[in-house]
Each structure stands twice: as C-alpha cells, then as structure tokens.
C-alpha cells in the first residue's frame, strides 16, 4: 500500500497486481473538496486484471474531480484479498472502505468492523425506497451497501436451441421438474449429440432459491441453518435424476466438482449461475447467443420467494469523522454516478440503485442488457427478506461441494451425506457461540 498523488498513481497502475484503483467521489461538496478539508482514504477490492485496469481509469476521474481526497489503494484477487483482511482484522490496520466477500459479511460484522452509515451527510440515498434500504441493512443498522445485484437464473444457448430444433418450456410451465424432463428428452434426441448441462449440484445461489420456493432459507435472522435435510436432498435428489440419466455431464466428464465453462460451454444446453456471469462467460463462445431466464420455480412457491444477492462495501468503523465523511463520498459515487457505472462496468451486476439501472440500458451491451432485463423483473416481485450467512460457515460452500461430489461418485447416498452436510455446517456455527 502506498500513497500517492494522482500523477505518481498514474504512472505506476498497470505495472503490477497490486498497484491497482480505488473508487470514486463526485458527492461530496460542491467544489469537489472533501468534507472537512484534505483527507486521505484507503480502499480494498478484488478482481482481475480487466477490473483493475477500469477502476484505474475511474481514479483519474475522481481526482480529478476531488484533488482534496487522496486515496490509498489496496487490490487483489479474491482469495488473497480475503487473507489479507484477516491479518489486517487483526492488526485492526483495516482499509477504510473495503468490499466484502459473501461468506464474511457477517464474520466481519460480529468483529465491529463496519461504521454505521446513517448520519453520514456526503452519503446520497436518495435514489433509493425505503424499503430497499431496509433490504440492505444486516440486524436493523444500514452498516453497509451493496455496489451490484444479482439474481439465480439458468442460462441457454439460443443458438442451439435454433440449431437443435427444441424450445425451452414456457414461463408457465418453467418448473423444475419441466426444466429436468426437457433436459432429459434435449440430451436424448437433439441431432448434434449436445448434453443438457454440467453437474453444478453445489451452486449456492440456485440452491438458495429452490430453499426459499419451499418455505426455508439459508440462514435465519438469528443466524441459524434455516433448512433441513428433507430439503437439502430433494435438491440433490433433483441432480441425481439428470446425472444418472445422462442430461448432466459426469464428474469425470467435466473434469471435477466445479466445471471450468471454457471446457464444457460448447457440449452444453444450458447451465445455473449468477446474472452476472453472462458477461464475461458468453464472451468465451462468440459464436453463440445466449439468454438468462429466472430460475425454474417448483408449483405453489412459498410467497416471497425471490431475492436479490447484492455484493456489499463497507466504511470501516475505527476512522474518524472527516475520513468517514470523505469515505461517504466514495461510496455515494460508486451508487449513484452513471459515470463511474459506464467506467468500471457491469461485471459486478446490475446496479442497485434503480435510477442507475434504467440509465445503464443505454449503454448496455447485449449480454449486459438480458442481465439487467432479469435482475430487473426479480427485483419487481414480492421478496420477503433474505439473511447472510452467520459467524463459523465461511466454508460452507466446500462442505456442500464436497457433498454433491460424494453422492456424484457413488460414495454416499444422499440422505447420509445431507446429514453430513447439516452437522458439519452447524459444529461451525456452534463454536463461533
């Protein structure tokens, strides 16, 4: 980490991994000077070289715009971020505005690290309903926010369908177990020996939403499990039948639990994700176009079953009032500024704010605009609230990857390993008590 003036910043981004961006200020006062006088701020996030290089060009703009608001970088890719962060919780030398992965937002909150945000007057919400800010606050404290959105959708390939000859089954009749007979029937008889989908068991997002069809959830207010093992193995239950009928590819077929979609996008139908995906992964197959659907719904869904995943950043709570002033407002220009949406891009989802997000049409590529287009319509429905996961299930998506693939290759049923599963998640939820 280093501080810099905007040409020195200038000068070094691109040179390396870790000399990368921050985000942006263009609500803070009118002359572009941070609030209280000139103040620096350090800023954590994660991502690929693409994303690094676009926030690099957004800094420019900030300062730009607000020579008073030095900002102190701090990127890495995914998995090194989150080790950093725990040293850094540790040492309490925290970034002062830093991204969250999903699995810690709640570890990182039961630790203190977040400062509230109510009452910080360089942070515009105006943009927003109340009810999405309730939406957005973790235990009733708007302490964070989310900087995208997305939904669980299935996403197809046109391309072939037209080619195959088939059509996916109607919004009336987009059910689980009419997505499971057409994938079946699709691997059987299309004329190019094309398969229905990789063995993507373990997705949590799409897992979440078949839970919240059947009246449970991930994780209850109180920060509990809130499902159980009847409905954890009907959802395998639902995998098995496409496996062992061929539609989904094996284990050994796409080369491990987690399918790398450069290896499996060109011998598949369709494949479960996050909206965001189609982005990045539809530009790997060119030649083809591909469209998002909502997730399939089982008859009679539980009220409110929909829900929206927003990625979330955070102001760290141990600054002091002129950082957190400045701080705010970075974060009021990550969600609300259309220039800032236009530099960095959609590969984060579709933007919360639902003002952005109607202006992101206009300059929303094709992919983009089918992502907008279903966040959009889930973010429309009826939603009865969603929770993070708890203290102690950081790893729960490799325990549930370890699961799926254990019943994939024979070597448990899927009632022990359900069992399993719940036990093992709950142990680590009961030591963080």
């Given at each position: 980490?280093?501080?810099?003036?905007?040409?020195?910043?200038?000068?070094?981004?691109?040179?390396?991994?870790?000399?990368?961006?921050?985000?942006?200020?263009?609500?803070?006062?009118?002359?572009?000077?941070?609030?209280?006088?000139?103040?620096?701020?350090?800023?954590?996030?994660?991502?690929?070289?693409?994303?690094?290089?676009?926030?690099?060009?957004?800094?420019?703009?900030?300062?730009?715009?607000?020579?008073?608001?030095?900002?102190?970088?701090?990127?890495?890719?995914?998995?090194?971020?989150?080790?950093?962060?725990?040293?850094?919780?540790?040492?309490?030398?925290?970034?002062?505005?830093?991204?969250?992965?999903?699995?810690?937002?709640?570890?990182?909150?039961?630790?203190?690290?977040?400062?509230?945000?109510?009452?910080?007057?360089?942070?515009?919400?105006?943009?927003?309903?109340?009810?999405?800010?309730?939406?957005?606050?973790?235990?009733?404290?708007?302490?964070?926010?989310?900087?995208?959105?997305?939904?669980?959708?299935?996403?197809?390939?046109?391309?072939?369908?037209?080619?195959?000859?088939?059509?996916?089954?109607?919004?009336?009749?987009?059910?689980w177990e009419n997505l499971a007979d057409f994938l079946i029937d699709y691997n059987d008889n299309n004329p190019n020996g094309r398969r229905g989908?990789?063995?993507?068991?373990?997705?949590?997002?799409?897992?979440?939403?078949?839970?919240?069809?059947?009246?449970?959830?991930?994780?209850?207010?109180?920060?509990?499990?809130?499902?159980?093992?009847?409905?954890?193995?009907?959802?395998?239950?639902?995998?098995?039948?496409?496996?062992?009928?061929?539609?989904?590819?094996?284990?050994?077929?796409?080369?491990?639990?987690?399918?790398?979609?450069?290896?499996?996008?060109?011998?598949?139908?369709?494949?479960?994700?996050?909206?965001?995906?189609?982005?990045?992964?539809?530009?790997?197959?060119?030649?083809?176009?591909?469209?998002?659907?909502?997730?399939?719904?089982?008859?009679?869904?539980?009220?409110?079953?929909k829900f929206i995943y927003y990625p979330r950043l955070a102001v760290y709570q141990g600054i002091d009032d002129a950082q957190a002033q400045a701080?705010?407002?970075?974060?009021?220009?990550?969600?609300?500024?259309?220039?800032?949406?236009?530099?960095?891009?959609?590969?984060?989802?579709?933007?919360?704010?639902?003002?952005?997000?109607?202006?992101?049409?206009?300059?929303?590529?094709?992919?983009?605009?089918?992502?907008?287009?279903?966040?959009?319509?889930?973010?429309?429905?009826?939603?009865?609230?969603?929770?993070?996961?708890?203290?102690?299930?950081?790893?729960?998506?490799?325990?549930?990857?370890?699961?799926?693939?254990?019943?994939?290759?024979?070597?448990?049923?899927?009632?022990?390993?359900?069992?399993?599963?719940?036990?093992?998640?709950?142990?680590?939820?009961?030591?963080?008590?």
């Amino acid at each position: 980490m280093s501080t810099m003036d905007r040409r020195t910043f200038l000068k070094t981004t691109g040179a390396g991994a870790l000399g990368a961006t921050a985000l942006l200020s263009a609500c803070g006062s009118d002359d572009g000077s941070a609030p209280g006088g000139p103040t620096s701020v350090r800023y954590a996030w994660w991502g690929n070289n693409i994303r690094q290089q676009n926030y690099t060009t957004a800094l420019e703009l900030f300062q730009e715009e607000h020579p008073d608001i030095t900002i102190e970088t701090e990127f890495a890719e995914y998995t090194a971020f989150q080790e950093r962060m725990t040293t850094q919780m540790a040492a309490r030398d925290v970034p002062d505005i830093f991204w969250i992965a999903s699995a810690q937002v709640m570890t990182y909150e039961k630790n203190g690290l977040y400062r509230s945000l109510e009452g910080l007057d360089a942070l515009d919400l105006s943009d927003f309903s109340d009810q999405d800010i309730e939406f957005f606050k973790l235990n009733g404290e708007l302490n964070t926010m989310p900087h995208g959105s997305f939904v669980p959708v299935v996403r197809y390939n046109q391309t072939y369908l037209e080619e195959d000859g088939y059509e996916l089954p109607g919004d009336a009749d987009w059910t689980w177990e009419n997505l499971a007979d057409f994938l079946i029937d699709y691997n059987d008889n299309n004329p190019n020996g094309r398969r229905g989908l990789p063995y993507d068991a373990d997705h949590d997002i799409s897992f979440e939403a078949w839970l919240r069809q059947h009246g449970q959830q991930l994780w209850t207010e109180d920060g509990e499990m809130g499902f159980d093992a009847e409905a954890l193995a009907g959802w395998f239950e639902w995998w098995e039948r496409l496996r062992t009928a061929g539609a989904a590819l094996s284990i050994s077929e796409q080369d491990g639990i987690g399918p790398d979609w450069a290896e499996v996008g060109e011998r598949v139908l369709v494949k479960f994700g996050s909206s965001n995906h189609i982005i990045d992964e539809a530009q790997v197959f060119p030649d083809s176009t591909f469209k998002l659907r909502p997730a399939p719904a089982i008859p009679d869904a539980a009220a409110g079953h929909k829900f929206i995943y927003y990625p979330r950043l955070a102001v760290y709570q141990g600054i002091d009032d002129a950082q957190a002033q400045a701080a705010a407002s970075v974060v009021s220009f990550n969600i609300n500024s259309v220039d800032f949406l236009k530099t960095v891009g959609l590969t984060m989802g579709a933007p919360p704010n639902p003002r952005l997000l109607q202006e992101a049409y206009e300059f929303a590529s094709d992919d983009e605009q089918e992502m907008l287009a279903v966040v959009e319509s889930e973010t429309d429905a009826e939603r009865s609230p969603r929770y993070e996961a708890p203290a102690g299930t950081s790893t729960w998506r490799t325990v549930m990857s370890r699961a799926a693939e254990e019943i994939a290759l024979e070597r448990s049923g899927i009632a022990e390993a359900s069992e399993a599963m719940i036990a093992e998640i709950q142990a680590g939820i009961d030591q963080e008590k």
